[in-house]
């Protein structure tokens, strides 16, 4: 077939209904129909020549043009596709480097093969053309609430037709108990949008604590209008969730405005999670409060907040343990996930047993060592005294504030506690220095003898060993592990040894050896604005 026998108007009229159809730019089309043009135009006229065609966007027109760029005489490589300056000249009265020397091919015939192969590439250029629309449409939709209708299911996967595209509901993102038949409408949350080699992939999710948050944004006005603000989010998709609110205005309750008018609001919530319980809970900046009302409905009797790790331990009366953990540890862990803490629950009466333990441990220590009777030990454990330093170096007013205690008392159990801490020190120091410890450690001002002893069985024995220590491994801390809390023990955590105080001794050891230059760690504070400022700007 020759192109020049074709219906040119006709060309350009099933440019625009494929558009129309697909969604697209008509000149796109145009493009594709340009493109495969000229690879039927090259299996005519050799594959190495540059043939271009270009269709005319009122008349459909297809012209064919042969194109040579004008290079360097020593930098011709193909020569039907390019020419040298002095070729140049023939066609050009001042050729230069890049020019282009362009002439008129006669149109091809398209036999069956070409014509096939100009198909796929229209097609192809379509289908391209077809997902970066897709993409574009749907990459700023991220994170909001789509309607659709099932299309198909494949594998437990369900298919949606979300309008100009398809989204995939996997398996894992569908609340339990959910089944669907091909046509039904169904509501996702768009969780992800990818660009992939099969076209831009649209993942939908109906357990995603953030379709919850939508879904209360649709029915609550004043969290659309941003009176009211969603904090946080906990699910057990099917099952139950908690979500904490606050509002910015005084006068409007956020868990009432969650709940609605006999519970309209929240029910609707309700209904579109097949029946999933929702606690709505007031958020607060103090977070023993906050995880106060996290917990309900149990009630909590005490909060003990270890904020280093990052961990908090509850007590509840003993009839309330049940209802604090929930059924398979469900409210504790989704009042965890809401606050973002490691939760501990235990009794009045385990909590009873443990200061109890920690009451007769501290008592034993105080007899061994200083010495004294029991009921001596005791007052000093009431009093708040947990360890030998605290005994050894306190001002002696605390002693004598004792009930009991007088100046000879008081200054006699000083005495016990220090000679007691130097014969240990010397004990420690010994055994460090049989294991090897060097004196360059042993000289490094921080560290005392129990702390040389504890490194050397780590096997940090010189000051080089001790520099090359990251903080952690020091001081200890907390690591997360597929969404997992995990414990980095250090070597000298059991000395209170925090980790802004294993930065500055590991600095320490470094400026001593020469690693470090001790100029730029003090560096003034008006260049640290300075810096501060050029990043912002």
């Known amino acids: 077939m020759a192109i020049t026998s074709a219906n040119q108007l006709e060309l350009l009229q099933t440019a625009e209904a494929v558009a129309r159809e697909k969604m697209i730019d008509p000149d796109l089309v145009i493009q594709a129909m340009e493109d495969s043009l000229a690879r039927a135009a ?113 594998y437990g996967n369900v298919i949606v037709d979300i309008g100009r595209g398809e989204g995939i509901l996997r398996r894992n993102e569908k609340i339990g108990r959910e089944a669907y038949r091909i046509g039904d409408r169904i509501r996702c949350y768009i969780k992800d949008v990818r660009r992939e080699p099969r076209g831009p992939q649209v993942f939908l999710s109906r357990t995603d604590p953030q379709f919850m948050a939508e879904l209360f944004k649709m029915e609550v006005p004043e969290i659309y209008d941003g009176i009211i603000e969603i904090k946080a989010v906990a699910r057990d998709p099917g099952s139950r969730a908690k979500i904490a609110v606050i509002s910015y205005d005084n006068s409007i309750d956020p868990v009432g405005a969650c709940v609605g008018m006999r519970g309209s609001r929240v029910q609707a919530v309700v209904n579109e999670l097949q029946g ?113 330093e605290e005994v050894a170096y306190v001002d002696i007013d605390e002693l004598l504030s004792i009930d009991g205690f007088d100046e000879d008392t008081a200054a006699e159990l000083q005495a016990r506690a220090r000679d007691y801490l130097e014969a240990a020190n010397a004990k420690a120091l010994e055994n460090a220095r049989a294991m090897g410890v060097e004196d360059s450690l042993v000289n490094f001002e921080g560290l005392t003898p129990q702390m040389l002893e504890a490194l050397a069985k780590d096997g940090i024995k010189t000051l080089e060993d001790f520099a090359t220590c990251a903080d952690w491994e020091l001081a200890g801390g907390w690591t997360t592990e597929n969404g997992q809390r995990k414990k980095d023990e250090g070597v000298l955590e059991k000395f209170d040894l925090s980790l802004e105080e294993a930065q500055t001794l590991i600095m320490t050891a470094r400026v001593m050896l020469g690693w470090v230059d001790p100029t730029e760690l003090e560096q003034p504070e008006e260049e640290v604005a300075d810096e501060d400022e050029e990043a912002e700007a």
């Open 276 to 388: 999933e319980k929702i606690d709505i809970i007031p958020w607060n900046q103090d977070t023993a409060t906050f995880l106060v009302n996290a917990l309900q409905p149990a009630e909590v009797s005490k909060v003990v907040f270890d904020e280093e790790a990052g961990k908090i331990e509850v007590v509840v009366p003993d009839e309330q343990l049940s209802l604090a953990i929930g059924r398979r540890g469900q409210n504790v862990r989704l009042a965890s996930q809401l606050t973002g803490l490691d939760i501990d629950i235990m009794t009045e009466a385990e909590e009873s047993q443990r200061r109890q333990a920690e009451f007769a441990e501290r008592t034993k220590l105080f007899m061994d060592t200083l010495d004294v009777d029991e009921m001596m030990a005791q007052l000093l454990v009431s009093e708040g005294f947990t360890n030998l």
């Open 42 to 154: 090259k299996s005519r006229y050799g594959a190495e020549m540059d043939i271009r065609v270009k269709i005319d966007r009122k008349t459909g027109r297809a012209s064919f043009s042969r194109v040579r760029t004008v290079v360097e005489d020593d930098a011709v490589e193909n020569h039907h596709a390019q020419m040298t300056v002095k070729q140049a000249k023939s066609y050009l009265a001042d050729p230069q480097i890049g020019d282009e020397i362009v002439d008129e091919v006669p149109p091809v015939d398209l036999g069956r093969i070409a014509a096939q192969s100009a198909k796929q590439v229209i097609l192809q250029k379509v289908r391209e053309a077809e997902r970066d629309r897709q993409f574009e449409e749907f990459k700023d939709r991220k994170g909001t609430i789509i309607n659709g209708a099932v299309k198909r299911e494949e």
